[in-house]
């Protein structure tokens, strides 16, 4: 019962912290130079179409009343049109924001597969040449933007060895599965289609590797020295001392309690991929939400800008929740603390 | 050192092979290109929506593809799109009335013929009876007049071009239209190349009925977003925004494919540069978008079998000087600078082939006058001009604002070189890098509008009146296209009185008038016409590298008359 209330209470503070992003979002997009429906319809338009898209998006009203507009019919679900696609931003973001959290999805697999795996390695190898090499890694993967990574990939996998496709989803020759999730590989899986699977499984590896080698390194530095730093602890000593085997007390007792800052990082660093991919993506021509977001603010595309930011940022809160429930699960004093103050 | 445990490495180093096989797996897969015969008939319908695999098993010929990266986003809707992706992709999936030519002239097209009153204000156009929709519906008159009324209600796109001028359209019969305009001009004719005709029928039946446009909702602009109703060469097959838009052959076109003609175009939405030179490396796109770097065409070249193919445009790089800020308001600054400017330096920097600018417009459009001598950097006749400059002692008090647009990085170099010659009369430039959106907020007004803007600008249409209006008629004032704000009453009649008239060596003469005062009065630096460069495979028969097609903006892409010879 307290965890509910637990994640009840996270749930309310992250609308507060919505409806505070979207006024800031708001006022940000709206003091960006430009005219935004001059600018959908281009400079040779005639002014009275100017002003026909204006009066449709409210633009001649005072601010307050825009956001007042706008909170309204977004609250329904309505983020009005999108000046660059002539769509619903709902339908633009529904058609983006999968193939985002695809590309997320797999960033996320790897990096805490090879990120966990890479500060285990180092905390159990401490010192060795394996602990060197794993510091290495980690310290170029936190220093290098992912788009670096990309442009790498794309010319070592793509170029030069041709092992990897550079654009897209899915082969030119491969049927796109029917919509259900709209993750493509997902949607493969489920219609039991594998060669699709595997092909998308190709497309999408050089991007997400790219987008998960800054978390690779965080989680791999982090993981190691929590683990070094809990490995001199007295109840590791003590199970040692009491002959319980090395692979146990790795996997038991220190990496479970180890893991709790690594998985806070990772949490933000995931949702962040969401938002910072969009140079990636636009590498290797990724229909992703971050992109369209790009392509919004540099043809200042209101609705689209505040829509997307606002996933964003509801993405942002979600991860949080997801990590304060897994962090509560992972250490018993959160979960006591948190029923206590309840 | 602690001895390492081999085990766990191992399983990882296992692992991550595996992983990267998995990874790797499809690669033996997918249909090849290379497995297609040089003249393989087009695969079927049926064939084409097969899946890959079954369609590996069974050894389908690959069709011809004609891939071609473009600056995105492509608006398909005709009454919508104006860019380059949108342009070329609209005269590939509909017909226009007339069709332009590598002349400058036009040709005809869904009207087979067409006839001008005495008056030069009726046209009266025959249609072809044989063209059919892609949904087999046939194309009648009234199809002309529905997409002429679209455009103009919509008001967006091609909508200024087109609609300008005109009284009414209407159908007499259900092959003749009948155009009346308020009062002769030479742009009307070319201006119908961009007037796109839709099938009514299949617009209706997707039209919403919640819209601003009235009784015509929404006018399907939500479907015809991602759908066309044309009856083009090729139609959608699929559009995936922000991706790609690949179009299909249509089979039952009026018109003639080249020999090789493709089967399938796909325009990709992408200009990075690294994924560019890797689509091209591995032989998946044939034609390259135009906003690649220099030094990224230099590579694009080095790839075996890929050529620079440079290709005319009615593009000028103008350096906007403003007419009416101190100390360019006084014409002997302005001649100061322009003879102080070094346009070889400035030539060179650019593309081979690249030319300066002879006068106030691109060469390539009908009625620009060769005989122009354009300014040649002379130190000695700027030093001159400067002294009569009213400012001329005190310059230090008007520094020259130059704005360059930080989306074109290239636009740099030559801002430092204006900046590094102007040093040399005592002029001082201050250069400062703004962001396109900024650009156009500040050129809006004349108060905010910078001493220098430099920026691209082209021609809608092959004719040098058009480009006179769009840059120095008082229309323009207030959006980007003119930051000199000649506000010049007598130039503006002038401009109007040459476009009226349509006897084309009258109306050059006086283009020619208006073109040689721009250049005495030095209202501009036009710095050189920009060519249009991208990479092209050598298996590709590209007519517009030939100089074989119109310039009008998408027509290079016609694919209709584009062949592919790719293996």
């Given amino acids: ?342 | 050192m602690s001895k390492i445990n081999q085990k766990p490495l191992l399983l990882t180093l296992v692992m991550i092979i595996s992983l990267f096989l998995t990874q790797c797996a499809p690669k033996a897969t997918p249909v090849s290109q290379s497995t297609t015969e040089e003249n393989a008939p087009a695969v079927s319908e049926s064939q084409e929506e097969a899946p890959a695999t079954e369609a590996a098993q069974e050894g389908t010929a690959a069709k011809r593809v004609l891939r071609v990266t473009f600056s995105w986003p492509n608006r398909i809707d005709p009454a919508v799109g104006n860019d380059y992706a949108s342009s070329s992709s609209l005269l590939n999936l509909y017909d226009s009335l007339i069709f332009p030519n590598a002349q400058g002239g036009v040709d005809p097209w869904l009207a087979e013929s067409w006839t001008i009153s005495e008056d030069g204000k009726t046209y009266t156009f025959k249609l072809r009876q044989d063209v059919k929709f892609h949904d087999g519906t046939p194309l009648k008159a009234s199809d002309v007049v529905f997409s002429y009324d679209r455009l103009k209600n919509i008001g967006e796109g091609y909508a200024y071009l087109v609609t300008a001028g005109v009284v009414s359209v209407t159908a007499p019969d259900d092959y003749t239209v009948e155009i009346t305009l308020e009062a002769p001009t030479a742009l009307f004719l070319p201006s119908l190349t961009r007037l796109y005709v839709l099938n009514e029928k299949l617009v209706r039946e997707n039209t919403k009925a919640e819209g601003p446009y009235g009784e015509n909702g929404d006018y399907a602009k939500e479907w015809l977003q991602t759908n066309d109703a044309g009856s083009g060469a090729y139609k959608v097959k699929e559009f995936p925004l922000e991706q790609y838009l690949l179009m299909e052959k249509n089979t039952d076109w009026w018109g003639t494919f080249a020999a090789n003609a493709p089967d399938e175009v796909r325009f990709i939405g992408t200009t990075e540069a690294v994924t560019v030179r890797s689509l091209m490396e591995k032989k998946e796109l044939e034609i390259s978008d135009q906003w690649q770097s220099f030094e990224a065409y230099e590579a694009l070249e080095k790839i075996q079998d890929v050529d620079i193919a440079v290709l005319p445009s009615m593009t000028t790089f103008y350096y906007m000087v403003n007419n009416k800020k101190a100390p360019t308001d006084d014409v002997h600054c302005r001649r100061a600078m322009s003879y102080a400017f070094d346009y070889d330096a400035a030539v060179s920097l650019e593309w081979p082939g690249t030319k300066q600018t002879v006068g106030p417009i691109p060469a390539s459009l009908a009625g620009h006058d060769d005989s122009i001598v354009p300014y040649k950097r002379d130190l000695d006749k700027a030093k001159e001009e400067l002294a009569q400059c009213k400012y001329a002692s005190e310059l230090d008090k008007y520094p020259i604002e130059l704005h360059w647009v930080a989306e074109v990085p290239d636009e740099e170099k030559w801002a430092l070189l204006f900046q590094s010659n102007m040093a040399e009369i005592g002029m001082k430039v201050e250069i400062t890098k703004v962001p396109w959106l900024s650009m156009v907020e500040n050129t809006s007004k004349l108060e905010t509008s910078p001493s220098i803007a430099t920026i691209y600008v082209s021609s809608d249409l092959p004719e040098a009146g058009l480009m006179l209006k769009q840059k120095y008629h008082s229309s323009t004032n207030g959006t980007w296209q003119q930051n000199e704000w000649l506000q010049d009453s007598a130039l503006d009649s002038a401009i109007d009185e040459a476009l009226a008239t349509l006897d084309d060596a009258e109306r050059y003469a006086k283009y020619s008038a208006i073109q040689k005062q721009l250049v005495d009065n030095a209202v501009s630096l036009w710095l050189y016409d920009q060519v249009e460069k991208r990479a092209v495979r050598s298996c590709v028969d590209f007519p517009a590298a030939r100089n074989e097609t119109s310039m009008l903006m998408g027509y290079y892409f016609f694919a209709a008359n584009i062949g592919v010879n790719c293996p």
């Fill in chain 1, 1 to 342: 019962m307290s965890m509910i209330r637990f994640i009840f209470r996270r749930i309310l503070y992250s609308v507060f912290v919505l409806l505070g992003l979207s006024i800031v979002i708001f006022i940000i997009a709206r003091i960006m130079p430009g005219d935004p429906a001059r600018m959908s319809v281009g400079a040779r338009a005639p002014q009275w179409v100017v002003d026909r898209i204006r009066e449709q998006m409210h633009l001649n009203e005072p601010l307050v009343m825009q956001y007042f507009y706008w909170v309204s019919d977004a609250a329904q679900g309505d983020f009005g049109l999108s000046l660059i696609t002539q769509r619903q931003v709902t339908d633009d973001i529904k058609e983006f924001l999968p193939a985002s959290i695809e590309l997320a999805f797999y960033a996320a697999l790897i990096a805490s597969t090879l990120g966990i795996g890479l500060g285990i390695l180092s905390a159990r190898y401490k010192d060795t040449w394996v602990d060197n090499l794993g510091r290495i890694i980690s310290y170029a993967g936190v220093v290098t933007p992912s788009y670096i990574f990309a442009i790498l990939f794309i010319l070592l996998f793509g170029f030069a060895l041709k092992w990897f496709p550079v654009i897209g989803r899915l082969s030119d020759d491969v049927v796109t599965p029917r919509i259900i999730t709209g993750l493509v590989s997902i949607d493969a899986l489920i219609q039991g289609q594998f060669h699709t699977f595997l092909d998308s499984i190709w497309h999408i590896a050089l991007p997400a590797l790219a987008l998960a080698m800054g978390s690779i390194a965080q989680a791999a530095r982090i993981t190691r020295s929590s683990m070094a730093d809990n490995m001199n602890k007295d109840y590791i000593a003590a199970a040692r001392a009491l002959g319980i085997k090395e692979r146990e007390i790795m996997g038991r007792f220190l990496l479970k309690p180890s893991l709790i800052p690594t998985i806070s990082i990772l949490g933000l660093d995931i949702a962040s991929i969401l938002s910072v991919a969009f140079l990636v993506e636009s590498i290797f021509n990724w229909p992703g939400l971050a992109r369209y977001g790009m392509n919004a603010m540099l043809y200042k595309d209101l609705n689209a800008i505040s829509a997307v930011i606002l996933v964003f940022g509801a993405a942002f809160a979600l991860m949080n929740i997801i990590v304060d429930i897994i962090i509560a699960q992972l250490d018993p004093r959160i979960r006591l603390r948190s029923s206590r103050s309840d």
